[in-house]
């Protein structure tokens, strides 16, 4: 299978500082199946992984192939912590523009490597074709991989890389 010259990622305008400070983009646990526990661990870096007393979470970092606009209402919406409480983010506001690179699969051959349930393969393959454009990324993605962040609601590049994009 060919794979695409770019790849995206989407969050919200609000992670964005956070992201940059952090310099990568972090796991998120996967949906292989849906864990009863598992939390962060820092290691000596100050990085965090995702770990479970499962192997059931798989954590990675999801991309599409698919340029998607900030009103585009397919999975946009996510619980994000704000202070004093839990509040509905707009993951579409940003979107981190991320060349080809080989550590990226496709979702639909690592879900069969990693014992999706049948189920739940099921209930996230029944919203229409869009999730053949699914890739994941097994590990976090760095700043230096991506190429640049645009507001996805105005369109204005608001960082790039060093000797990337234009």
Not at 86 to 114: E, G, H, S
Not at 127 to 136: D, F, P, T
Not at 138 to 149: A, F, G, H, L, Y
């Amino acid at each position: 299978m060919q794979h695409p010259e770019y790849l995206y990622h989407y969050t919200t305008l609000d992670f964005v500082p956070k992201i940059l400070e952090d310099g990568f983009l972090m796991l998120t646990p996967s949906n292989l199946v849906k864990p009863k526990r598992y939390w962060k661990e820092r290691r000596e870096d100050g990085n965090y992984d995702i770990v479970s007393d499962t192997d059931d979470i798989k954590p990675v970092v999801w991309l599409t192939q698919e340029e998607l606009g900030a009103s585009d209402d397919r999975d946009k919406i996510a619980i994000g912590m704000a202070a004093g409480g839990v509040r509905a983010v707009n993951k579409m506001t940003a979107k981190f523009v991320i060349p080809w690179n080989d550590k990226y699969q496709w979702w639909l051959d690592w879900q069969k490597k990693n014992r999706m349930k049948k189920s739940q393969y099921r209930i996230f393959t029944s919203h229409g074709e869009h999730y053949g454009s699914w890739y994941v990324c097994e590990e976090q993605i760095p700043m230096s991989d991506v190429e640049e962040i645009v507001n996805n609601l105005t369109g204005e590049v608001i960082w790039r890389r060093e000797g990337g994009g234009e």
